[in-house]
């Protein structure tokens, strides 16, 4: 295989450099101009081969390896064996002679054979062919994500992984279908997705790795505070040489607005992600927890932080504030005891969180009602605001991992089974000593 490569870049070089493709050529670079941290991009300008070639019905390179690669045994049995249905046209051998040629101008900017890429070139292709599999690769960026890990398993077939300035952007632009990418804000991180399908047998579900990105971002927000998104999402190629489909983009959803990598995924919370994912994208959940999950989830794409506020006010009274047992009494204090008694197990942890809880519902109602701002509130309303943000989170989290089921009597329950510590008696007075 080695072989049919080698002579097909040497030949496809020495044919383009004839009709006047240049010695060398750009695959982007980004500089920072000193002292004032400015970043300079210089565009990606590799050769368009449809462009370049669009006058030639039969390359000659192209033709010479597509008979080459016929004659070898494993190839020919892979391209009978596959249904016509089954992603055929990614074994047309001209078609593989074109992607070639291309993955090697896209990594390598110079009409010269690299040794170190045709051999990986070679290998991947190889691979491919006589394991009779051909690559999915998605990759959606994470707008606001920031992690010290370079890469995170999700455990369901994502990875959350750090990209450099320069691979994001030649992943983003150099493909002739690259959606919105703003060239002075890349998002080091990205979700990616890869997964093997075979040629032969049943028509695989190419597309199935989109439905694993919105309970991935569902559960990221239910994590950590901070906005969190995914621009776009793209179907590239696997690597050099893999035999995979590409190309497509699509913003599958409303993206909030993000100018800074504020959401930060500490690494103790790595296994509660994978844990997370598989449980937001229950059909069964219990209404209360459906309500708050949905409205935790869309407060992160709220331009203002009143609307971000109200929703997490709203997830809030979606877990406590219903009437199935508990407290009597008005909902503020309803919902302040049934929070504080589910969310933390000390007293004094329980008596902070009842009054962060009625400070935030007071704000909530001035807000509401016209009375108050964000701007004007006074700094323990508005440290209940951000609180109430991180209740709502930990309220979700708690519910979902404990697989907590909302029963009629279980707040009731919580309530008055909890140990109730013993009230403190003052000491008694000294008697007085007379004079």
Not at 169 to 196: H, Q, S, T
Not at 341 to 350: D, G, I, P, V
Request: aromatic share 10%.
């Amino acid at each position: 295989m080695e072989k049919l490569i080698t002579d097909l870049l040497a030949d496809a070089f020495k044919r383009l450099g004839e009709i006047g493709v240049p010695v060398a050529w750009s695959i982007g670079d980004i500089d920072v101009m000193p002292g004032i941290n400015q970043k300079s991009y210089t565009q990606i300008s590799t050769p368009n081969l449809q462009r370049v070639l669009y006058k030639t019905e039969e390359f000659p390179p192209f033709v010479a390896f597509a008979n080459a690669l016929r004659q070898q045994e494993a190839y020919a049995a892979l391209f009978a064996e596959t249904p016509a249905d089954n992603e055929k046209a990614l074994l047309d051998p001209i078609y593989i002679a074109h992607e070639v040629l291309r993955s090697h101008m896209e990594a390598h900017p110079l009409r010269a054979i690299s040794p170190e890429l045709t051999t990986q070139i070679s290998a991947n292709l190889a691979d491919c062919i006589n394991r009779k599999v051909f690559m999915v690769r998605g990759w959606s960026p994470l707008a606001g994500f920031n992690s010290t890990q370079p890469e995170i398993d999700c455990g369901n077939g994502m990875i959350i992984r750090r990209y450099s300035e320069v691979d994001a952007y030649r992943i983003g632009k150099v493909f002739e279908d690259g959606g919105p990418f703003d060239m002075f804000n890349i998002w080091p991180y990205a979700l990616e997705w890869n997964k093997e399908h075979s040629f032969v047998g049943e028509k695989p579900d190419t597309g199935s790795w989109q439905n694993k990105i919105y309970p991935t971002v569902r559960a990221l927000r239910v994590l950590a505070p901070g906005k969190v998104a995914i621009p776009f999402t793209k179907i590239i190629r696997a690597g050099p040489g893999r035999l995979s489909s590409h190309g497509g983009g699509s913003s599958p959803w409303s993206t909030p607005f993000i100018s800074e990598t504020n959401y930060n995924l500490a690494e103790a919370d790595y296994s509660a992600l994978r844990d997370l994912i598989e449980e937001v994208a229950r059909t069964d959940l219990p209404n209360p927890v459906r309500i708050a999950l949905d409205r935790v989830y869309t407060a992160v794409e709220r331009s203002g932080l009143e609307d971000e506020f109200i929703d997490h006010i709203v997830a809030l009274e979606a877990m406590y504030g219903d009437n199935l047992g508990g407290l009597p009494g008005g909902l503020s204090h309803k919902i302040g005891v049934r929070l504080a008694m589910f969310l933390y197990s000390t007293a004094a942890q329980r008596h902070t969180a009842f009054r962060q809880m009625l400070a935030a519902l007071s704000a909530r109602g001035g807000i509401v009602h016209g009375s108050m701002t964000i701007a004007n509130l006074k700094p323990k309303p508005r440290a209940a605001v951000e609180w109430a943000g991180d209740a709502a989170r930990a309220s979700v989290r708690k519910a979902l991992l404990e697989d907590v089921k909302f029963e009629k009597d279980y707040f009731e329950h919580l309530i008055f089974s909890a140990k109730i510590p013993a009230p403190r008696t003052k000491k008694a007075a000294k008697p007085k000593v007379a004079a």
